[in-house]
């Protein structure tokens, strides 16, 4: 499966570890930066991995900031993702189950390496449910379809 990663100066050395983690699990992972630690603006890498997703190029995208939800604001304004920004194992499992969410925003200040790589790991093994959650899912295209 295909990954895209992505982060900013709050999310940096957490970035790194999940990418390192997920090409070790045997994922290609493409990281679009910040490849060294400098003050960068968060909604830049977000369009950056949301338009991957959102164009097919990479199934699934990690995003970290400091707070997960900067990045998952941004990352919400490109058409077809639905980003969430989780940062307990109930919510990384199941907003893949039933939102197809496409893309995980974590906080590196908020969780710690060890309950973050987990986070990664379940959001990148849990498949869409389907079934009754598909037109939930499809209701809230319906809501970004009907947005001038
Ligand atoms: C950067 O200091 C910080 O604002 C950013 O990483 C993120 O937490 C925003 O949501």
Redesign the pocket.
């Known amino acids: 499966m295909k990954i895209a990663i992505g982060c ?3 999310g940096f050395e957490l970035k790194n570890l999940i990418a390192a983690h997920l090409k070790e699990r045997g994922f290609e992972v493409t990281d679009f930066g910040i490849t060294e630690n400098r003050p960068v603006d ?1 909604p830049e890498i977000a369009l950056k991995v949301a338009s991957s997703v959102a164009a097919g190029e990479n199934k699934l995208g990690i995003l970290v ?3 997960g ?2 990045m998952s604001l941004a990352a919400n304004k490109v058409k077809g993702i639905r980003a969430a920004a989780c940062s307990d194992h109930y919510s990384a499992k199941y907003t893949r189950l039933h939102n197809d969410a496409n893309i995980l925003c974590l906080g590196g200040r908020v969780v710690g390496a060890g309950t973050a790589l987990e986070l990664a790991d379940l959001f990148v093994d849990t498949e869409f449910e389907g079934g009754r959650h598909q037109r939930r899912v499809d209701m809230i295209s319906e809501i970004e379809n009907s947005q001038k």
Do not use: A, N
């Open positions: 900013d100066h709050g968060y900031c400091g707070t939800i900067g």
